[in-house]
């Protein structure tokens, strides 16, 4: 602030004597100073002309070019994300003794989906179901298929996890340059300008990507495994009843008593690399007498995006399927709930998108804990002893096994 | 020199000063240098002892520990991995940091079990 103040005062100073040049150009007399006035006379000039070409729409198209430059330096960086995690993935797969690794990353890199007709809404959830999960099972064995027999469950699931990000860069680095191609081409400032705008989230969500490449390829747990953890320490809390079972694919399901009430937990299947199909587990789990009959309550556990200012792994509950899926998952809930009366009840715990995707912080295994003391504080207000409770571990259950093991 | 002309020559020299600053300052925000480590928890179940060592390749929450509990002696699992992001080792010899008591953590994790 102290070089703004000055400057300003020099300005203020020299603009109080402004009228000095022309004082000389008129009086010759005086000596020593026909260079400094030349400079003056130069720039007023130089600014004149810029005014006038500012008229005719040079300013703008000098602007685009500031824009255009500042924009290509940052798609460079993005790019760099790019080769990098795309190297994570090929060193990955050259140590697991996939020869035809460049052949592999290249076909998942350029993949995509196709969203369902919208306009239409009739049974879109199902469209989009099927379209979905067409996707995934396409990716896992392109996977599965390169890979050597002997490579584990957890190594593979990672390594789709890492290939659908190098997936993600890719589209969003593609997306951007076509956006400030078009821009420049159409010499249009405005997209150029929307382009400069954004660019500075994408660069945030590019660089968490990466780093979440980083911490897939180490089998590290991420802010998004907040849910299963809780489900799992909330398993280790409680005692039980029967052994682990998958109810649907990469889902598991297991039955324990806790404060003298049936609680069924839900979880991905870990520890490899997926969110599951929590919602289809509930369906079926639905169907068996026992657990249909005495059902209190559904309790969703998952990490949730914090606002800007908010401290992470806070916790907070409310109603309704903390789930963040395009729908499938998380309606099949909804419509149960609403089917059978049962209250749904949610607890958030709360994190930046870069915490979710990248390692999991100190804050958010201490906002577990919390997340676990609000779920029993739940169980004990909300049912009554005998009652039986459904409890899920909503997110990806990276480096998070289950208990007892199956 | 006239007084004016120093004027001038002095906002040039204020503007450059300003731009160099504003340079640096973008600069050593750029070059905040953290360190990151991941961390793994092991507990006991039995007896809520939890001990914490650096994170190896392939240690996952729910997998057996590298260590048997020194109170009990049973096998302990693997209760967390996290990461901990600490400023450079350069930073942390100028400043020393203030941890926080262990017995908070395990303080926490009791009462849970007791309710
Ligand atoms: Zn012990």
New binding site residues.
């Given amino acids: 602030m102290v070089t703004l103040s000055s400057m300003l005062d020099i300005v203020l100073y020299s603009v109080a004597y402004a009228a000095w040049p022309f004082d000389f150009l008129n009086s010759s007399s005086r000596e020593g100073s026909s260079f400094a006035v030349w400079i003056i006379a130069i720039s007023i000039l130089v600014s004149t002309i810029i005014s006038i070409l500012a008229f005719l729409g040079i300013a703008q198209s000098m602007q685009l070019r500031v824009w255009k430059n500042q924009v290509e330096s940052r798609l460079r960086i993005i790019e760099s994300y790019l080769h990098e995690t795309e190297s994570i993935a090929t060193n990955k797969l050259k140590k697991l003794g996939v020869e035809r690794h460049e052949e592999l990353v290249k076909r998942i890199k350029d993949f995509f989906l196709i969203s369902p007709v919208s306009i239409e809404p009739i049974d879109i959830i199902k469209r989009l179901e099927q379209i979905l999960r067409t996707g995934e099972k396409h990716i896992e064995k392109l996977v599965s298929e390169a890979l050597p027999s002997n490579v584990g469950e957890p190594v593979r699931k990672n390594l789709t996890t890492i290939l659908a990000i190098v997936n993600g860069l890719n589209t969003l680095y593609k997306y951007l340059r076509h956006l400030l191609l078009l821009g420049v081409k159409t010499r249009n400032a405005m997209l150029v300008a929307q382009v400069w705008m954004l660019i500075p989230f994408y660069l945030r969500i590019a660089k968490a990507y990466r780093d979440a490449a980083e911490t897939i390829a180490k089998g590290l747990p991420i802010g998004d495994s907040a849910g299963p953890l809780a489900a799992y320490k909330l398993s280790r809390i409680a005692k039980p009843l029967s052994r682990i079972e998958e109810i649907a694919e990469d889902t598991v399901y297991g039955v324990y008593e806790l404060e003298r009430r049936r609680v069924v937990i839900i979880k991905a299947k870990g520890p490899g690399s997926t969110v599951g199909r929590p919602g289809e587990a509930v369906e079926k789990l639905i169907k068996r007498e026992d657990i249909a009959r005495g059902l209190s309550a559904i309790i969703t556990v998952d990490a949730a995006l914090k606002f800007e200012g908010e401290e992470t792994g806070i916790t907070a509950e409310g109603v309704g399927v903390a789930m963040g899926d395009p729908g499938p998952e998380k309606i099949r809930i909804e419509r149960i709930a609403a089917r059978l009366r049962v209250p749904l009840y949610a607890v958030a715990i709360k994190m930046g998108l870069e915490e979710a995707i990248t390692a999991m912080s100190e804050n958010v295994v201490k906002g577990v804990e919390d997340a676990i003391n609000r779920v029993l504080n739940l169980i004990k207000e909300r049912t009554m002893p005998g009652d039986t409770v459904i409890v899920i571990g909503v997110g990806n259950t990276i480096g998070i096994s289950q208990y007892p093991t199956a | 020199m006239d007084s004016w002309l120093i004027t001038y020559l002095a906002l040039v020299l204020v503007s450059l000063v300003t731009v160099i600053i504003l340079a640096l300052d973008i600069r050593s925000m750029r070059k905040k240098q953290r360190v990151k480590r991941y961390i793994t928890v092991e507990k ?6 939890t001990r914490t060592r650096i994170f190896e390749e392939g240690d996952y929450v729910g997998a057996k520990g590298k260590f ?7 096998q ?1 699992t693997i209760d967390a991995v996290y990461v901990k992001v600490e400023d450079s080792v350069k930073k942390l010899l100028l400043i020393r940091r203030v941890r926080e008591p262990a017995s908070r953590r395990e303080g926490k994790e009791q009462q849970i079990h007791e309710k």
């Fill in positions: 006991c179940y039995k007896c809520n002892y048997t509990c020194p109170q009990c002696g049973e302990m």
